[in-house]
């Protein structure tokens, strides 16, 4: 599933005088963490790290306005992705890649704070959060067809 990502936010402190020493920095990372690493292991390795280096420094969550999600997963026999799979594999005409998606989306909060079996079948593209992002258009046309394909499955 690969590694879990880090991505640092924002750092800021200091002053604006000449020749003064910063009293003080922040720094703001965001996590995309994986299944089998928590938020509570996140937080003890960085404060490990931090001990390490031997900082004068703490680490804490921070409220956002989104809430943070643990990572999930569903295992393949589960019935919610045997649907999609079979549904996917009609209109595709071969058996779909099932991986991890390795960042945050509605599913997290559906998941974590739901606590409702959830998996993403989506579009295919690239770049994702960056100004170029795209999505390939006639991914969207299968992917209707997927989507209609589950609804007919689920109501028959």
Do not use: W
């Amino acid at each position: 599933m690969g590694g879990s990502t880090v991505n640092v936010l924002k750092i800021e402190g200091g002053q604006e005088e000449v020749m003064l020493v910063a009293d003080r920095c922040r720094v703001v990372i965001d996590r995309c963490l994986v299944p089998g690493y928590t938020s509570k292991d996140a937080l003890t390795d960085l404060r490990k790290l931090i001990s390490q280096l031997g900082l004068n420094a703490d680490a804490s969550f921070v409220a956002r306005e989104t809430p943070f999600c643990d990572p999930f997963e569903l295992p393949e026999d589960h019935k919610a992705v045997e649907t999609v799979a079979r549904a996917a594999a009609k209109v595709l005409g071969r058996a779909p890649k099932i991986t991890f998606h390795e960042g945050p989306c509605d599913s997290c909060i559906l998941v974590n704070q739901g606590r409702t079996p959830t998996i993403e079948f989506g579009p295919l593209g690239g770049r994702l959060h960056q100004s170029d992002e795209f999505v390939d258009l006639e991914s969207v046309k299968t992917t209707t067809a997927v989507y209609k394909e589950i609804i007919r499955t689920m109501l028959s």
